[in-house]
């Protein structure tokens, strides 16, 4: 097998797709010539590197949300994306106050009913 043959045949080496014969052959030629052992070997070395990039752990994606939320925060004068702060002040205010409100309306009727109980039952006593 010439050294032309056997670039020709490197993928198929390296996935172990050639028959015995053609593998024996593939072997004697990189023994028998330093360079095109070199050349296979930067190959295998090039596919793996590459077969490694398709790997999700190998890829570093860093994280932009914050820096965006940020800019867009700056940009909007904290209209969109508040500070932590401005976050849990929103809404959670309003439970308490929507308690203290309903406490204080049931204390408005439970005082209306009894002066109403008050007056009608002073006035069926002078009615008498």
């Known amino acids: 097998m010439t050294s032309d ?45 590459v077969s490694k990039m398709g790997e999700p752990e190998a890829i570093e994606v860093p994280n932009l949300l914050p820096k965006i939320q940020d800019r867009i925060r700056r940009r909007s004068r904290g209209r969109y994306y508040r500070d932590q702060f401005s976050r849990r002040a929103g809404p959670s205010w309003m439970l308490p106050l929507v308690a203290v409100v309903a406490v204080i309306l049931v204390l408005g009727a439970a005082v209306y009913a009894l002066q109403t109980a008050v007056v009608l039952e002073t006035t069926e006593d002078h009615g008498e």
């Not at 593998?23 to 004697?28: L, S, T, V």
């Open 5 to 49: 043959e056997a670039r020709d045949l490197f993928s198929e080496a390296l996935e172990g797709d050639l028959d015995e014969a053609q593998r024996e052959a593939f072997d004697a030629a990189l023994v028998a010539d330093e360079e095109l052992r070199v050349e296979y070997d930067e190959f295998v070395d090039t596919f793996a590197l």
